[in-house]
């Protein structure tokens, strides 16, 4: 079934720690996007990539950094993990056309203790 | 930047209509959508306006004024599975800026 995978679906992790979310898509979309959503805040958007080899920061890209060597994965780096980095991260993908109609994945829930 | 409102809840009659609103104020606009997410899963697509006006889907409706910086979703028939978060998205620069959402309850 074509879409997008995300791991860990759950992962708690201490303060401190380095984490890598992973995201494959199967569906050669072009452009990748990681948010996190928090109650009350909605989804807000971490870092892009529009294509293989490229990526953009989006609002609240700082703590964070993402790679895009191929077109399919699209991992999410938490270099050194803090409290308020406890969200649930959702990765997305579109075609890059003119609607960009994302697809997400099915998110995973992090805890920083 | 970005300012998406749109109301945290709203609770409806199974069968009824709702309408759910969305105001925006961005510094670019490539089109609104509307995304349906049910509790602990991800968001699902459910309409998208570039064009001022209604496009109609089925029970789903939406509407768009670029000029109001408005756009609704309209519900109607509602049925116990539309229970869910409803999302509003601003497409800028082919990046998606979301409001909070709008959490649906539809009762018996």
């Known amino acids: 079934i074509a879409g997008i995978t995300q791991a860990p679906t759950s992962q708690i992790l201490a303060a401190g720690r380095r984490m890598t979310l992973r995201c494959t898509q199967d569906m050669r979309h072009n452009a990748m996007y990681w948010y996190r959503q928090d109650l009350g805040l909605g989804l807000r958007l971490i870092h892009y990539?529009?294509?293989?080899?490229?990526?953009g920061k989006g609002e609240v890209p700082d703590g964070y950094s993402v790679s895009r060597a191929n077109t399919d994965d699209f991992p999410l780096t938490l270099a050194s993990a803090v409290p308020s980095q406890t969200s649930v991260y959702f990765c997305a993908s579109s075609d890059g056309g003119g609607a960009n109609v994302l697809t997400f994945g099915a998110g995973s829930r992090l805890t920083v203790l | 930047g970005q300012n998406i409102d749109q109301p945290t809840e709203m609770t409806a009659t199974e069968g009824a209509i709702v309408q759910i609103n969305c105001t925006y104020q961005?510094?670019?606009?490539?089109?609104l959508f509307w995304y349906q997410q049910h509790a602990g899963e991800a968001p699902t697509f459910l309409s998208y306006?570039?064009?001022?006006g209604l496009e109609e889907k089925g029970r789903f409706s939406s509407f768009l004024s670029r000029s109001k910086g408005y756009s609704y979703l309209l519900l109607k028939e509602l049925q116990m599975k539309d229970s869910a978060s409803y999302l509003c998205a601003v497409n800028n620069d082919y990046k998606l800026s979301f409001g909070a959402g709008t959490t649906v309850t539809v009762r018996a």
């Open positions: 306006n570039v064009l001022d």
């Open positions: 961005t510094s670019g606009f490539n089109g």
């Open positions: 990539s529009n294509t293989a080899g490229t990526t």
